[in-house]
């Protein structure tokens, strides 16, 4: 039996800190298989193409110095997988509205240049041991589908729901903010997508009182590919429930 711990939608550098140590000091303890971060991890603020405050000390030198921080918390720990969000995406789209940055480069030379301006490369992800795996890319977890998502329902449980649909796979996911669940079961069995929680401050600057919920999930996997999810709500404290304890 394999057990992951996943976090997703922390957005570094708006994190809720307290939360966020809560939930790192508990996964560090728990010393699990494997430890996948599901997109959005960071936000890239300052490359955002919406409208951002001038006043705003979001740099993207402060989300890779934040990146490393979280990283090394892990380096004892066997698999690491890092999904690319749409955030983290930032990053690629920016690359690429520029293109006069290889104009008159060999192709050589315009290749190195991508790929030294490639996310896993600017963030360090390699000399943290982490594995990198784009937007849109999916990682199994036996029977299990990881990945960070791109729909966004408005009710909890809507969005896994319509994972499920385009994977016709179980799936778990971030990118709501929210967590929820939704099953099905068909001539092949029963099949489960969940939506992952987030761990950022509740209070952002582009939204009034978001219809969002903190959290984390822990996974098992048998050596057969059949799954646990345990899908974790932060509760007031902060604090949540583990094992029949409450970490807080």
Request: aromatic share 8%.
């Amino acid at each position: 039996m394999k057990t992951y711990v996943v976090l997703n939608d922390i957005q570094i550098p708006f994190q809720d800190t307290k939360v966020l140590k809560l939930v790192t000091d508990f996964a560090v303890r728990l010393k699990p298989h494997g430890v996948i971060l599901n997109g959005d991890i960071v936000d890239c603020y300052s490359i955002s193409d919406f409208d951002r405050n001038p006043l705003s000390k979001a740099t993207l030198d402060r989300e890779i110095a934040g990146a490393h921080r979280l990283m090394g918390l892990f380096q004892n720990v066997s698999e690491k997988v890092w999904i690319g969000g749409n955030h983290e995406d930032r990053l690629r789209r920016h690359v690429w509205k520029a293109p006069k940055l290889v104009a008159g480069l060999d192709a050589r030379s315009r290749e190195r240049l991508v790929q030294a301006l490639d996310f896993p490369e600017v963030f360090g992800l390699g000399e943290a041991g982490f594995r990198w795996l784009p937007y849109g890319a999916t990682l199994p977890l036996g029977k299990l589908l990881v990945t960070h998502g791109s729909i966004v329902s408005k009710h909890s449980g809507q969005s896994a729901k319509a994972h499920l649909e385009k994977y016709g796979a179980s799936v778990l996911i971030g990118h709501t903010h929210r967590g929820g669940v939704h099953y099905k079961r068909d001539v092949k069995g029963v099949h489960a997508a969940i939506e992952n929680f987030c761990l950022c401050r509740l209070d952002p600057e582009y939204v009034q009182h978001p219809n969002w919920q903190q959290g984390f999930a822990v996974v098992h996997v048998s050596p057969n590919g059949h799954f646990n999810v345990n899908s974790i709500p932060i509760l007031p404290g902060p604090s949540f429930m583990y094992g029949g304890e409450v970490i807080k």
